[in-house]
Nanobody, 124 residues
Framework: QVQLVESGGGLVQSGASLRLSCAVS????????MGWFRQDPGKEHDFVAA????????YYADSVKGRFTISRDNAKNTVYLQMNRLKPDDTAVYYC?????????????????WGQGTQVTVSS
């Protein structure tokens, strides 16, 4: 069974930074793209960032481009989301997810396993 466990969320002030981690128990981790999504209560998952299997290609939502950085450590089966210059609009539950298709990175339907989520709250 594939498991994804996020950590690193919290309550911060506007302008601060956080680093989210997602540890993946998956023997095929290096073959899969990974993504981060976020969700407000009662809304759908919004794409935040994705990274291909090798880490060579990354993709970002316009709202986070230049502030967030996605990376992965294939030796540790972990994907990260470095979030800088956080804004109150970034407040949400953040989820990491696995994309075994390695394309359609912004499409939530391409992701088959999801973590439980970690809350990020940015105060003004």
């Amino acid at each position: 069974q594939v498991q994804l466990v996020e950590s690193g969320g919290g309550l911060v002030q506007s302008g601060a930074s956080l680093r989210l981690s997602c540890a993946v128990s998956d023997g095929t981790f290096t073959a899969n793209a990974m993504g981060w999504f976020r969700q407000d209560p009662g809304k759908e998952h919004d794409f935040v960032a994705a990274i291909n299997w090798s880490g060579a290609d990354t993709y970002y939502a316009d709202s986070v481009k230049g502030r967030f950085t996605i990376s992965r450590d294939n030796a540790k089966n972990t994907v990260y989301l470095q979030m800088n210059r956080l804004k109150p609009d970034d407040t949400a539950v953040y989820y990491c997810a696995r994309n075994p298709t390695n394309w359609g990175f912004r499409d939530v339907s391409r992701y088959d396993y999801w973590g439980q989520g970690t809350q990020v709250t940015v105060s003004s």
